[in-house]
Each structure stands twice: as C-alpha cells, then as structure tokens.
C-alpha cells in the first residue's frame, strides 16, 4: 500500500535538515543536506508503518496540511 504523508523540513541554527512526520507522533530524524533529510524522513516513516503494522495498531488518518504566507506589519 502506498501513503502520501505530509513532511516537514526546517533548516536548523547549525544547518542540518531537520525533518518531521506530524501526523506520526515521534516521527522525525535529520540530514545534512535536504535530499539526506528526504531519504531519512522516508526510511523513518517506513519503519513507523511497519512498527503499527506488526503491532496491529491503526495507521493514523493523514491530516491535510496548508502553507500560506501572511503579511505583518509591525
């Protein structure tokens, strides 16, 4: 079965990639580059998957994610 997660990467204050699987509480790992942090994130993800799996526990629902821009004037 195939799944479509939303994911999250943030470059960190030393300049790693950070990234994080919202909608799998405790999924989140970091790359050096963007595409390392990509790799990881997947490699996490699949393991998550297959730790509910053999656990018989429920995938989570994925929640859909928005980004917008906002403008502030301060």
């Known amino acids: 079965m195939t799944y479509n997660f939303p994911v999250?990467?943030?470059k960190?204050?030393?300049g790693f990639f950070v990234a994080d699987c919202p909608?799998?509480?405790g999924c989140h790992t970091q790359g050096k580059t963007l595409e390392e942090a990509i790799t990881?994130?997947?490699?996490a993800i699949k393991l998550n998957l297959k730790i509910l799996k053999e656990e018989r526990q429920e995938i989570p629902k994925?929640?859909?994610v928005s980004m917008t821009s906002i403008e502030v004037t301060v």
């Open 40 to 43: 990881n994130i997947r490699d």
């Open 62 to 64: 994925i929640q859909p």
């Open 12 to 14: 960190d204050e030393d």
């Open 23 to 25: 909608d799998l509480p």
């Open 8 to 10: 999250i990467i943030e």
